[in-house]
């Protein structure tokens, strides 16, 4: 009998799969279409939004006139894509699985702009992801991304600080995806996927969440929904810390929340946006 090797599990795609994004992006919606509008995005060209997740650019893009591939590991965010897009009646714009380190099935020079919010950060192998947004543009094209910055004092930045101190440590080869919002890290990644230096800029930039409930309930969607919180929260059970998560989170949400009402939640976040003109 012949007996088919075992082939391991995409650590990343079980992550985002886990729990269900789409309640943590309802609450990102309209940072999501600001951004969009910053990109002067016209009818016609064909972008490429790489980790789209369901669409919190992808949708806005499609609805300034753009013809829309939107890509993400999760086949759950996919099908939500998808959804939305119907609902919405939008026929410039579909969802597809895919891993930003590996886009095989894209050819060359296909896209006028290729952009990644806070998605093809936490692809593998972050040279190859590089290396396959240089390759799936075209000439005189850009690409945009989204990066969270290491050590940076506002909400994802901590939030993924404090989890990971109550998580696991990552499989040997681990690289972190908040790399990403290195400036000289970018550079270098780009620099070798054949982009000249001057082609690269970085500049800080903020994204806001709004949530129409308190803080602690934002934190509860977290806790519930999203993958690096979840498992966060499900080793900090089995070492009996969890209440100890939940404090220092909760602090973290209350502490930044600039809403003028209680029942309401509105907190910044800073994030590293990358430009690279295509050659």
């Known amino acids: 009998m012949n007996i088919k090797p075992t082939v391991a599990p995409n650590a990343n ?26 990109l002067g995005v016209k009818k016609g060209m064909r972008v490429l939004d790489l980790g789209c997740g369901d669409g919190t650019t992808a949708i806005p893009l499609a ?22 897009a119907r609902t919405l009646g939008l026929s410039n714009i579909r969802f597809e699985e895919g891993d930003a ?15 990644s919010i806070f ?19 075209r000439p005189g094209g850009r690409i945009v991304m989204g990066n969270w910055i290491p050590g940076d004092p506002t909400l994802v930045a901590q939030i993924l600080r404090i989890s990971s101190a109550y998580s696991p440590p990552p499989p040997e080869g681990f690289v972190s995806p908040m790399t990403w919002g290195s400036e000289e890290t970018v550079r270098e990644r780009f620099e070798a996927a054949g982009i000249p230096r001057a082609n690269i800029t970085c500049e800080k930039d903020t994204y806001v969440f709004n949530h129409p409930g308190p803080a602690s309930e934002f934190l509860e969607r977290f806790r519930s929904f999203y993958g690096p919180t979840m498992n966060a929260f499900e080793a900090a059970t089995k070492s009996g810390k969890a209440e100890d998560l939940w404090r220092e989170l909760d602090l973290l949400f209350n502490r930044q929340n600039q809403a003028t009402t209680n029942n309401s939640t509105t907190i910044p976040a800073s994030f590293m946006r990358v430009t690279v003109q295509i050659p």
């Open 13 to 38: 795609k079980a992550l985002w799969e886990k729990g269900d994004f789409t309640r943590i992006a309802a609450a990102m919606r309209e940072s999501g279409e600001d951004l969009v509008k910053s």
């Open 63 to 84: 609805q300034a006139g753009a013809d829309v591939l939107g890509v993400d590991i999760a086949r759950n965010l996919v099908a939500a894509g998808n959804a939305r």
């Open 101 to 115: 380190s590996d886009l095989a099935h894209l050819e060359d020079k296909r896209f006028d702009l290729v952009v």
């Open 119 to 137: 998605g093809a950060m936490f692809a593998p192998r972050p040279g190859d992801v590089a290396k396959e947004m240089v390759r799936v543009t």
